[in-house]
């Protein structure tokens, strides 16, 4: 499949186990953040977003939480299971009319879970 | 279902060869974009368009041109093809709502340039 990159940082969870998956973004005006999943041969998918008017946002077995005053973004996923491996990458957008569609996307984390 | 395809998925080409990558969406989103993702680089943008007849350049749109002559298609044209260009290919479709800018994206094509 597609290479996504070999240089990425790796969280190891074991099945069953919460994985929490962290993400510094770089601009303190961006009102606007996306999670999405890459697995191998597959383009992005999203997965959940959220406003920077809110810290928390929930979805199915995901949960997404915002620390604007530190830049950080994580995403905790709730029962790791085998098909959750895959790549995870935060974007950013600043929600101008200026940024339409410029989503920043940060490098990546490779996600692997073992039985 | 809406969705968005590409096509080829796979394309080997050589060096000084013009080559057009397909997309094509059914979102029926005013917004397109292209990206190219390398290893150490993660996802760049190389175009986008707004609507018809609407293009921009991305950050590495050197070497890449695209047309918007409907609201499905956006396709990208590398016209003389370098190896350094070399990458997986991904095209991607949003609806700019003023409260989110989710982009849904393709599977993406593999280009190799020898």
């Known amino acids: 499949g597609e290479s996504v990159g070999l240089h990425l940082p790796t969280l190891s969870v074991q099945e069953g186990d919460n994985s929490i998956i962290n993400c510094a973004y770089s601009?303190?005006?961006?009102?606007?953040f996306i999670w999405y999943k890459q697995e191998s041969g597959k383009g992005p998918q999203f997965i959940i977003d959220?406003?920077?008017?809110?810290d928390k946002r929930q979805g199915q077995r995901v949960t997404v939480l915002l620390n604007k005053t530190v830049k950080h973004l994580s995403l905790q996923i709730a029962a790791t299971q085998p098909g959750d491996s895959a790549v995870y990458f935060c974007a950013e957008n600043l929600m101008t009319t200026d940024s339409w569609g410029k989503l920043q996307f940060g490098a990546g984390t490779q996600v692997v879970v073992t039985p | 279902d809406a969705e968005i395809t590409q096509s080829p998925r796979h394309k080997i080409t050589e060096t000084g060869r013009q080559v057009t990558l397909a997309c094509h969406q059914t979102w029926n989103h005013n917004n397109m974009f292209w990206y190219r993702q390398d290893l150490g680089h993660g996802l760049r943008l190389i175009h986008y368009?707004?609507?018809?007849?609407?293009?921009n350049k991305g950050e590495v749109s050197d070497g890449y041109s695209v047309s918007r002559s409907n609201t499905e298609d956006l396709p990208l044209t590398l016209e003389s093809a370098a190896s350094s260009q070399t990458s997986v290919y991904f095209c991607?479709?949003?609806?700019?709502?003023?409260?989110?800018?989710?982009?849904?994206f393709g599977p993406g094509t593999r280009l190799t340039v020898l």
């Open positions: 991607a479709s949003s609806a700019w709502t003023g409260a989110t800018d989710t982009q849904y």
């Open positions: 368009s707004y609507g018809v007849q609407d293009t």
């Open positions: 601009n303190s005006a961006s009102d606007y």
């Open positions: 959220i406003r920077s008017n809110m």
